[in-house]
């Protein structure tokens, strides 16, 4: 099946300090890949869509200054988190859905670990 | 607009029992229906899904999950629990509209007792 690679597992980074997370899509190319966010013991919440060669689409409640998405190709899509906060630490996955109408699925990263110290 | 209620936040089994895990959706479209399994400080693993084909869909590791449209549900099942399925477990919704991204349950942690 389709593979999505996201780079760090984890990380752990100073308060005020910027990090960026990378999600490649390694055997299709994505125009669109979608971040999530997920808080200890709680479900994935959708951060942004990530289009390719276009600027990101944010859901409501999150800061599109603080969370910098970069689409540079069809299969690399990366987020920083600028000016990082303990209250930033969380799990971030990525993913990528197919292309094919009948067998639409999102494929996932592995998820990285921020932790803001 | 779509949504998904997973009922049970911890549910727990003996080894060996049967695993039911609750999945009720809301969709104006008809919906893509997945079930994914986490274990801890990993990403998503698809266990199996629904893309309005046969309702019965067979998964991975023994799950299947039946679509059915009159209950808008789509529980997650296995005959006979194994330690190793021990893990967090997450229903999600898309659609073949729109910009596709999913929408996901609550989630529910399953236990396996020895």
């Known amino acids: 099946g389709a593979v999505v690679s996201q780079h760090p597992s984890r990380v752990i980074c100073k308060s005020g300090t910027s990090v960026k997370i990378e999600c490649r899509s390694l055997?299709?190319?994505?125009?669109?890949m979608f971040w999530y966010r997920q808080f200890p013991k709680q479900s994935l919440m959708l951060m942004a869509t990530?289009?390719?060669?276009?600027?990101?689409?944010?859901e409501q409640g999150v800061e599109k200054d603080k969370f910098l998405i970069n689409h540079a190709s069809l299969t690399l899509s990366t987020l920083t988190v600028t000016s990082a906060h303990p209250e930033d630490s969380s799990f971030y996955i990525c993913?990528?859905?197919?292309?094919?109408?009948?067998?639409?699925?999102?494929?996932f990263g592995q998820g990285t670990r921020l932790t803001v110290v | 607009a779509q949504s998904v209620t997973q009922l049970g936040s911890h549910v727990s089994v003996s080894e060996g029992a049967l695993v039911l895990l609750r999945c009720n959706y809301s969709s104006s479209v008809p919906p893509y229906l997945f079930w994914y399994v986490q274990y801890p400080n990993q990403g998503l693993q698809l266990l199996l899904k629904?893309?309005?084909?046969?309702?019965l869909v067979k998964g991975i590791n023994g799950f299947e999950a039946e679509f059915k449209k009159s209950e808008t549900s789509f529980h997650l099942t296995k005959p006979s629990a194994h330690m190793s399925d021990a893990a967090e477990y997450f229903c999600?919704?898309?659609?073949?509209?729109?910009?596709?991204?999913?929408?996901f349950g609550s989630g529910t942690r399953l236990q396996v007792q020895p």
């Open positions: 990530s289009n390719e060669g276009s600027k990101a689409t944010y």
């Open positions: 055997d299709f190319q994505a125009t669109t």
């Open positions: 999600a919704v898309t659609s073949d509209t729109g910009r596709r991204a999913l929408t």
């Open positions: 629904y893309t309005s084909a046969a309702t």
């Open positions: 993913s990528a859905p197919s292309m094919g109408r009948v067998n639409t699925e999102a494929f």
